[in-house]
């Protein structure tokens, strides 16, 4: 909708004041003359009428796999959106106080629950898509296809990523960015130095200084080549990566984010882990933001 400003006077030479005595020739009073005149002018545009600009809440559209694609082992499934592991994850989403036009981040989250047949990835399905959060499933659950059609949507600008595994079980989507994972973790994880001014960490919903994995199965990067590591375990073991390639961020416990870990019950934000939840989401979804990263949250149990 077009701006209406109201127009300044617009400031004619009267007949007691020539033309000419605005020329390069003027004389010096002429001259102050017009300085006086444009600096008064140039004090009232502060005062003037502007009418305020209202900027509407985008709405960004997270899609992830249905539950019912499959499990990650025999009677263990639920470590997605809409799995029996991540309701509250789910809520701390989809409350305006969070995510709303008068949220913390002033933009409103769409849920999408899908994918859940073989090869139902593809660069077709995908184009709804803003952020993809793909959840904790068996390595034979996604074909090769898929694999790779999730990480060329994700080189694309404005296209963010929460991919999660399972050592050794559901590391197979993992395995195409490149990385691997060792079972086993210290709590806490901590930011390092770089890590610390990352917006995973220090974003608009709060600074994360520790946070901890949960679950009995947890676990720390074996391999880091290519990434800038963003935060470490008590051991000194990467927990978060930055990846080179794609300016994905790679996570190394979806039970950061699961009831087995410290994300707390209901919409509110509360917890540390509450917090980084909350941040990776934020993200993508700055004001600002050219590229977006991928967070790849790899052990759940």
């Known amino acids: 909708m077009p701006i209406n400003i109201d127009q300044p006077p617009v400031c004619q030479p009267t007949s007691s004041v020539s033309q000419r005595h605005f020329g390069p020739n003027a004389p010096r009073r002429s001259h102050v003359l017009l300085s006086v005149l444009m600096i008064t002018f140039l004090l009232t545009i502060p005062f003037m009428h502007v ?8 709405t960004v559209t997270v899609c992830s796999v249905t539950t019912s694609r499959g499990n990650l082992a025999p009677g263990d499934a639920g470590y997605t959106l809409d799995g029996a592991f991540m309701t509250a994850a789910r809520a701390k989403l989809l409350d305006p106080a969070n995510f709303g036009p008068a949220g913390t981040v002033q933009r409103e989250i769409e849920l999408i629950d899908g994918f859940g047949t073989a090869d139902s990835i593809t660069a077709t ?9 793909m959840g904790s499933f068996a390595n034979n659950v996604f074909t090769a296809a898929e694999r790779d059609a999730l990480y060329t949507w994700s080189l694309q600008p404005g296209k963010f990523v929460i991919l999660t595994g399972q050592a050794p079980i559901g590391v197979a989507v993992v395995e195409r960015w490149g990385y691997t994972l060792a079972v086993g973790n210290n709590n806490p994880t901590t930011p390092t130095s770089t890590g610390a001014t990352h917006p995973a960490f220090d974003g608009p919903f709060g600074v994360v200084t520790t946070v901890n994995q949960g679950g009995t199965a947890q676990g720390y990067f074996s391999t880091t080549t290519g990434s800038t590591v963003l935060a ?17 961020l790679i996570i190394a416990d979806t039970d950061y984010f699961t009831s087995l870990g410290s994300i707390s019950a209901g919409s509110g934000i509360s917890t540390s882990a509450d917090l980084f939840w909350a941040n990776l989401f934020a993200t993508p979804t700055s004001a600002g933001d050219t590229r977006v990263r991928l967070y790849l949250p790899l052990i759940t149990r």
Do not use: H
Not at 51 to 58: I, L
Not at 232 to 248: H, I, K, M, S, Y
């Open 125 to 133: 399905s995908l184009e709804p898509c803003s952020i993809f959060f």
């Open 51 to 58: 009418p305020q600009v209202a900027y509407s809440a985008t």
């Open 232 to 248: 470490e375990n008590a051991a000194g073991n990467p927990t978060v990566l930055l990846d080179g390639a794609t300016a994905d």
